[in-house]
């Protein structure tokens, strides 16, 4: 019988809870600072509350967790019987998640691969949950990160947003900053490229924007087997219409998830985010 390897990742995976309960993967939340209030993401802060906190334009900003928050957490998976641990993290270009989730993996009771997946929201989810099939099916330590890694290889993140405002503040736009000059005559269509956020094309309208974010994820998927998300925030019929026009048209299409990203990715988005991940099987 292989060793018990456990999964752990951060709450920017947005991972449906049926499928963190199903396969026992663990989610150590982010902090979003709200004035002057550290709030944990997915617990006591829900997107709704953070979108109209932007609207109002308060003050939003994010935090990583603590090193010690990984520390109990990798102590609390040993104590229940996990010989070994996974530790996959949104990419280490948006967030510190992942340098503290290695210092506290040197102090762990069992060893504990912390990985840097350069992905995040469901691109990382997906990641998260290859890895915990593959632990399940008895793949080793070294198995299992490697069947993360190349769904992470394997995956593409595209998104439209409103406005570059709030990418603009958090200082996570990369090369999209070129876009700054005529941000206000252009609505952008984003990619995740190397773990960053990387400006694939620029389109005049929203309508026009969305409707490549479609045409993208179409081609990108092909005739592959293919996973599918949609996440948006404070724009569910904009996802629901976006889902089921990809239902119609991605062939290879397995699962589809269709949710709101939580306050981290919110807070640096804004409300109107649109985004569509392709993931092949």
Do not use: N, W
Not at 65 to 71: I, K, S, T, Y
């Amino acid at each position: 019988m292989s060793r018990h390897v456990a999964i752990v990742t951060d709450s920017t995976a947005y991972l449906p809870q049926r499928e963190m309960e199903r396969h026992g993967i663990t989610a150590v939340p982010l902090t979003v600072v709200l004035g002057d209030r550290a709030l944990e993401e997915g617990t006591e802060i829900s997107a709704r509350s953070l979108a109209e906190a932007l609207q109002k334009r308060r003050s939003v900003t994010t935090s990583r967790p603590a090193p010690e928050v990984f520390a109990r957490t990798y102590r609390a998976l040993a104590g229940s019987g996990a010989e070994e641990i996974v530790s996959l993290h949104l990419s280490a270009e948006f967030s510190g998640t992942y340098d503290a989730a290695v210092l506290a993996a040197r102090e762990a009771p069992v060893p504990v691969r912390v990985v840097d997946t350069g992905m995040v929201a469901m691109a990382l989810g997906f990641c998260a949950l290859t890895a915990a099939r593959t632990a399940e099916a008895g793949g080793s330590l070294d198995e299992t990160v490697a069947a993360a890694q190349k769904r992470a290889a394997g995956t593409s993140a595209y998104f439209y947003v409103d406005t570059l405002d709030y990418l603009r503040r958090g200082g996570r736009i990369g090369a999209a900053q070129a876009l700054l000059g005529s941000a206000l005559a252009v609505k952008p269509l984003l990619e995740l490229e190397g773990g960053r956020i990387e400006l694939r094309e620029k389109v005049r309208t929203a309508s026009r924007a969305i409707a490549r974010l479609e045409e993208v994820a179409v081609e990108r998927a092909g005739a592959a087997d293919v996973d599918i998300a949609v996440h948006h925030l404070a724009s569910p019929d904009r996802a629901e219409a976006l889902a089921e026009r990809l239902r119609e048209r991605v062939p290879g299409l397995g699962a589809l998830h269709v949710s709101e990203v939580g306050a981290v990715i919110g807070a640096h988005t804004g409300p109107g985010l649109l985004g569509a991940v392709v993931s092949a099987r």
